[in-house]
């Protein structure tokens, strides 16, 4: 045994993967070190989250699982069984992904952080005058919060004549607001109350109905032997909707709100959510309502001169939170932002806070993509906390594209060769120095420098930003040219983001796929979602002269027995559910009538089993070849129609959305937030070249990017900075990507350009 390799090293020292077939893996057998940091690598859609995420941590989360009390298992998720041969050396797994934090308006990064509370603490004991304990400056506390808009810091104001219509009755569908038609459950609600008559027409209600309905008060009602709880309508639509993010709705319900509400400062807060008497409370001439809204580096130093022996146990751990978010590129928010507002990586990089400091060792820690939205200049940051990480005696897994991540890894696991079918295999496995001799996809694009853009396009006009000023920005005015690929760049928290999104003219024909989540049920799939499904039903129901509803899994067509779910999910009560393939359908969620008809040889069955690739050989119907040409251009041609789309890769995701605005024929301007997440060096070379594609046929396209292989191929790069927060916001080049990166000033964007 080598002299400085500690002896627990050789003990289970690697997690044990055989015969894994989740989602596109073909029996993988893989060894994956324990305690170093492995790096999985692979195009989009190779198998690199199904192994990762999908086999190894789903299994350590499901047997820790296990460990609980039958009892508190019935309150966790239902974790079935990874499809794996076997799993040995597991240890806890904690993943730290990209999804967005809660959407609850009343949550901050102070609160979900835990530093609004330490901030909390130290005004409770050192504010004066005195306003008494934590909870009075709590903005979720009656104690604290403001009493004219309930700690939210804004108030609402609701159109009732755009929510109901005041000439039907209740029976008649008199509420016009999503969820509330006739004998559904919130509209039984009301109707169970006996509070109205259901035949009356609103217009016709008393003074005290109206003001009951619209505003409660609350009391239990029983609608079929349920007890639920009555409140107003007004009421009701402000918890269950405008307390949460409204940006972050589903753009159906999203509609309904800018239909229905407008907004507005609080005027007796300003904003600041707290009461008179918690804003009155200052330490060292500051409230607690402006510390939580300095941006966290400023407040960092603030704390730094703060030496008060009754709370510097408090102030120390409130310093190390706050260091920690500076540390990870952070520094530039503030703890009042709302967390729902936070990107993926945003979001991502704030989990990763909470470990930093954590004196658990020996964890696995699962991270994706963790440079997701990092700007080149902050990579390293990344790394070394990763590093950090791994040298406290855990094991580090993480799915990432980026070159300088895979560098620093002790251990390597590329998958492919290809994507969906035609991946889901280790094709290389080892140290970093034998993936760049490898000759895999990666190996090979490891070697490589994009050269800069130096023949670039002309432009045929501009959109003109004036005096800018939203959030960071600095009185920019600055020309986004027309008829271009522009790429928008600098570190995040320069502005980027304040200025296409925020101050942008919003011209016509102009389009934004931004980077929100992709929400649906176990029901939805590409097929679904993208709309496919509709000419295919109609073109299935005019070749065999019957209903287009009969060839849809959720209405008339549906297999009875799963009800078009082709799995049976049975809930056992207090131990995991189990799925099992349906047996009156086989599992392909049709009745056998449905699956009689045929268009062309194939049943619709067939259609949701063939890849896009297959179905443009299949299909003539215009409609249809419209939206699979779009998905074939993003380079989705492997996936098939029906595969579900929890089982996508955020990089599919991702480019599923992008493939639905290219399908369109009246988008003029594409404003694209880093299409390249989730994204393989492959891939990038795909959608530039689509870029390109768009460019060329008349288009406008602008990409928010990080990407240096994007921007290199750029026409023209809106460059912001010079930092991040108040250090950022101005624009500090605009120009070809050559001249970006010339020699004189170099931006941070510049620099990273220029290196060979």
Not at 123 to 135: E, Q
Not at 165 to 192: C, K, T
Not at 658 to 683: C, K, Y
Not at 725 to 742: E, N, Q, R, S
Request: charged fraction near 20%; include cysteine.
């Amino acid at each position: 045994m080598s002299g400085d390799v500690p002896v627990h090293e050789n003990l289970y020292g690697a997690i044990e993967v055989r015969g894994a077939r989740e989602n596109n893996l073909r029996g993988v057998d893989v060894d994956i070190p324990k305690r170093r940091l492995t790096v999985f690598t692979g195009v989009s859609g190779s198998g690199k989250s199904s192994l990762v995420f999908g086999t190894v941590a789903a299994e350590s989360q499901r047997l820790i699982n296990e460990t609980y009390s039958a009892f508190l298992q019935n309150f966790m998720p239902n974790l079935a069984r990874p499809d794996v041969d076997a799993l040995r050396n597991l240890s806890a797994a904690i993943v730290i992904d990209q999804e967005r934090m809660g959407a609850n308006a009343r949550s901050t990064l102070g609160t979900a952080t835990d530093a609004y509370s330490m901030l909390r603490v130290v005004f409770s004991r050192l504010g004066t005058p005195h306003a008494g304990p934590s909870n009075v400056f709590s903005f979720n506390d009656p104690a604290g919060m403001c009493p004219q808009c309930e700690g939210s810091g804004r108030v609402s104001t609701l159109d009732v004549d755009a929510m109901v219509d005041r000439d039907r009755s209740l029976n008649e569908g008199a509420i016009l607001l999503p969820g509330y038609a006739v004998d559904s459950w919130q509209w039984r609600i009301f109707a169970a109350s006996g509070y109205f008559d259901l035949d009356v027409p609103l217009r016709d209600w008393t003074p005290e109905q109206w003001s009951r309905f619209l505003e409660g008060p609350s009391t239990k009602v029983s609608v079929a032997g349920v007890n639920l709880t009555y409140e107003g309508l007004l009421d009701r639509f402000r918890r269950q909707v405008l307390s949460k993010d409204v940006d972050s709705l589903q753009p159906h319900v999203r509609a309904v709100v800018d239909r229905v509400a407008t907004f507005a400062v609080c005027g007796a807060c300003g904003g600041a959510r707290l009461n008179e008497r918690a804003l009155a409370s200052l330490v060292h001439g500051r409230s607690i309502a402006e510390c939580a809204a300095m941006q966290v580096s400023d407040l960092a130093q603030w704390l730094a001169v703060l030496d008060e022996p009754s709370v510097a146990p408090m102030v120390e751990n409130l310093r190390g939170t706050l260091a920690g978010l500076v540390e990870i590129g952070l520094g530039y928010l503030s703890l009042d932002r709302e967390s729902g507002t936070l990107s993926g990586g945003e979001a991502q990089r704030v989990k990763m806070v909470r470990h930093l400091g954590s004196a658990l060792t020996d964890i696995t820690y699962v991270f994706d993509e963790p440079t997701a939205g990092l700007h080149p200049h902050d990579v390293q940051r990344m790394n070394e906390l990763l590093q950090r990480l791994r040298d406290k005696g855990n094991t580090v897994l993480v799915v990432e594209h980026k070159p300088e991540v895979i560098a620093v890894a002790d251990h390597v696991v590329d998958l492919g060769p290809g994507a969906g079918r035609a991946g889901g295999q280790v094709v290389y496995e080892g140290d970093v120095a034998g993936l760049h001799v490898s000759g895999t996809v990666t190996g090979k694009h490891l070697e490589r420098r994009q050269e800069l853009k130096t023949d670039v396009r002309t432009p045929t006009g501009a959109l003109r930003i004036e005096h800018a000023t939203l959030h960071n920005l600095r009185d920019v005015t600055v020309d986004v040219p027309l008829g271009v690929l522009v790429a928008v760049t600098g570190v995040a928290g320069s502005g980027k983001s304040s200025l296409i999104h925020g101050c942008l003219p919003r011209v016509d024909g102009l389009e934004i796929v931004d980077q929100g989540a992709i929400r649906g049920s176990r029901r939805s799939n590409p097929a679904t979602y993208t709309g496919l499904l509709d000419p295919v039903r109609k073109a299935f129901a005019k070749a065999n002269g019957v209903r287009p509803a009969l060839f849809s899994a959720n209405s008339e067509g549906a297999c009875p027995e799963c009800k078009g779910l082709g799995m049976i999910y049975t809930d056992l009560a207090f131990v995991a559910g189990v799925a099992s393939v349906c047996e009156v359908c086989d599992g392909r969620r049709f009745t056998a009538e449905v699956l009689g008809y045929r268009l062309r040889g194939r049943t619709i069955d067939d259609v949701f089993g063939m890849s896009v690739a297959e179905a443009r050989e299949f299909f003539e119907e215009k409609p249809v070849r419209a939206v699979l040409d779009s998905l074939d251009d993003v380079g989705l041609g492997y996936v098939t129609l029906g595969q579900p789309l929890t089982s996508l890769s955020g990089g599919e995701r991702q480019r599923l959305k992008l493939a639905i605005h290219l399908a369109g024929t009246a988008t003029r301007v594409v404003v694209l937030d880093e299409p390249t997440t989730g994204l393989h060096m492959a891939d990038v070379d795909g959608l530039v070249g689509l870029l390109d594609q768009m460019v060329d046929r008349g288009r406008s396209v602008i990409v928010i990017e990080h990407n240096l292989d994007v921007v290199a191929r750029a026409d023209w790069v809106v460059d912001l900075g010079p930092g991040a927060g108040h250090d950022g916001g101005l624009v500090v080049c605009a120009a070809p990507p050559a001249a970006v990166a010339a020699p004189a000033d170099r931006s941070l964007t510049g620099l990273h350009l220029a290196r060979p």
